[in-house]
């Protein structure tokens, strides 16, 4: 079900389990001036959702934002033949069978009014294939003042499963903003992460959302920073 957050922004979160832990999962739809919808990280479809989407406007976007975060995708399309599938650059490689529309040039950085994005330039995971890119594109709803994440970095907390608690203590993420170890270890160009970072903390945002974890609803800004600090292993002067 959708749950309005802020004017104009709504998130559905499933629950989804990844390496044996429960770390759920999490869209957001933002509305546009003109009552049409954009759809980040699609989750999957019920009647419910459709319902209150309709609701809502008219699904004229939907967005792949990195490249693991395409798995409803198919699905979504499916309920939505209409709307544009917007995927990062790399995703038509990965999967030539998904039906994607547009892809996002990382030359820009916004795609519709009030909704800026910056693209993790350097950001890997230690995935089932090795050393992983995930390409994200994070976003931000100027508005609301939400930056929204989606793999960049996890909030854990006690609504969460034990062993999730447990497992994000060892790797990271649990009561902090910030990436998990898996990230630590297969980045290696953190030169070009620091410098999207900085980016990113250029925006004025209060609040931020993630896919996976609980959303942080004051000072994000700052606990967003603190993460990536300790990602980074360095103090990050967001002055310079």
């Known amino acids: 079900m ?12 499933q629950p989804l ?9 999490r ?13 980040i990280s699609p989750v999957q479809v019920s009647d419910a959702i459709v319902s209150q989407l309709g609701e809502l406007g008219i699904v004229k976007h939907f967005i792949a934002p990195n490249l693991y975060h395409y798995l409803f995708a198919a699905n979504f399309k499916t309920f939505y033949p209409n709307a544009t599938f917007w995927a990062i650059p790399g995703l038509e ?3 030539p069978d998904l039906l994607i529309d547009q892809i996002i040039n990382d030359g820009e950085n916004e ?15 230690f995935g089932f294939s090795g050393f992983d890119s995930l390409n994200e594109c994070v976003f ?19 609504s969460f499963p034990i062993l999730t608690r447990l497992a994000t203590k060892m790797l990271g993420g649990y009561k902090s903003l910030s990436p998990s170890l898996l990230e630590r270890i297969a980045t290696t160009e953190k030169r ?13 945002c209060e609040r931020v959302s993630m ?5 942080i609803e004051q000072n994000g800004k700052e606990k967003f920073k603190r993460g990536y600090e300790k990602f980074l292993g360095e103090a990050l002067d967001t002055a310079a």
Request: hydrophobic letters at 45%.
């Open 111 to 125: 795609l519709w009014s009030g909704i800026e994005y910056i693209f993790l330039d350097g950001f890997r995971t």
């Open 2 to 13: 959708l749950r309005e957050i802020d004017r104009d922004i709504w998130v559905a979160e």
């Open 211 to 215: 896919a996976h974890g609980s959303i």
């Open 27 to 39: 869209m957001t739809v933002l509305r546009l001036a003109s009552r049409e919808l954009v759809v």
């Open 140 to 158: 931000f709803h100027a508005a609301s003042r939400t930056l929204i994440l989606t793999d960049a970095a996890f909030h854990f907390d006690e």
């Open 192 to 204: 070009k992460v620091r410098k999207s970072i900085k980016q990113i903390l250029g925006w004025d």
């Open 93 to 95: 490689i990965k999967k």
């Open 17 to 25: 389990r990844y390496l044996g832990l429960n770390i759920g999962t």
